[in-house]
């Protein structure tokens, strides 16, 4: 209960910050170069050197993966459909592609199924969405804020660039060495900053005035991210490939979180449909509340 109170006062919060006109109108660049740049790579570097990695958890790594790329093809297509701006069509490949499977995902695993769930919910987190955003995320991120003219050598140097993966690589190579008290306590500090100012980052730039604009793509979003993507992965998974059990159903449960804030705050860095991002995320939270208890009753029976 906690964490979802830190989650709705900190969203608010940014709106009263916008709100009151005391900081400047671009004032969550900054928040989100912090959040990119230090709270990220701060939470891959303590995550990732802690996982012991095994060939059963090959379905919990691969979901984020795979809804990725069925959300890439699906976006494109709606994109040629419906005649969208480049721009909003890589706004509704990251939001909607990607999922929050580590500050809604973990608070909703250990109220779901406890506790124990944690470990495959950071590993899911880190070798799957976040590994995701930070490679393919990114691609597109570039590709689609830059348009057609993008070199291959401008992508590799992005993806090479990006603070997280960086973080990543570095996590990986420290995977061995056994890390201090008081780095690890440095590391925990600046990370428990990425939820506060990643949600009042959200908060100050919402406006619901461009709901009725958006409303079709929101729509589309959302629909594809709360209900169309975990249902593939839950029929691919469990229902083509047999798997069972609660590991499973985490993994599917984790496929059904709101629209991701690292790839809202990639995509907005991007400049990529500004006023759409933030209306997948803040919009796309709330609603999750709501479809995730669904999701974690159906589980139970489909994947038990």
Request: proline share 5%.
């Amino acid at each position: 209960m906690d964490n979802f109170i830190l989650l709705v006062a900190c969203f608010v919060i940014g709106m009263l910050l916008r709100r009151s006109g005391r900081l400047p109108e671009n004032a969550h660049v900054a928040l989100n170069g912090f959040v990119i740049h230090v709270s990220l790579p701060a939470l891959t570097l303590l995550y990732v050197h802690d996982l012991k990695l095994d060939m059963s958890l090959l379905f919990p790594v691969a979901m984020a993966w795979v809804m990725f790329g069925v959300g890439f093809v699906f976006f494109k297509m709606v994109g040629k459909i419906w005649a969208l701006p480049a721009a909003t069509v890589g706004a509704l490949t990251l939001t909607g592609s990607l999922a929050n499977t580590s500050f809604i995902g973990l608070p909703m695993i250990e109220t779901f199924y406890g506790q124990q769930g944690l470990a495959l919910g950071i590993l899911i987190d880190q070798m799957g969405t976040y590994m995701v955003l930070s490679t393919l995320g990114i691609v597109v991120a570039a590709m689609y804020g830059q348009g057609a003219g993008i070199s291959t050598r401008a992508v590799v140097i992005k993806v090479l660039t990006f603070a997280p993966f960086v973080a990543f690589l570095i996590a990986l190579l420290l995977i061995p060495v056994h890390y201090p008290d008081w780095f690890t306590g440095l590391l925990r500090r600046l990370g428990t900053t990425l939820v506060p100012l990643a949600l009042v980052s959200v908060g100050y730039q919402i406006q619901w005035s461009a709901v009725r604009g958006k409303l079709g793509e929101l729509t589309m979003g959302l629909g594809f991210k709360l209900l169309i993507a975990p249902a593939i992965i839950a029929v691919l998974f469990a229902g083509l490939l047999g798997a069972r059990g609660e590991s499973i159903q985490i993994t599917i449960f984790e496929a059904a979180m709101a629209p991701q804030i690292g790839a809202a705050i990639v995509a907005v860095d991007h400049e990529l449909d500004p006023p759409l991002v933030t209306l997948m995320v803040g919009i796309g939270i709330p609603l999750s509340f709501l479809s995730l208890p669904l999701w974690w009753q159906f589980l139970k029976i489909f994947a038990g």
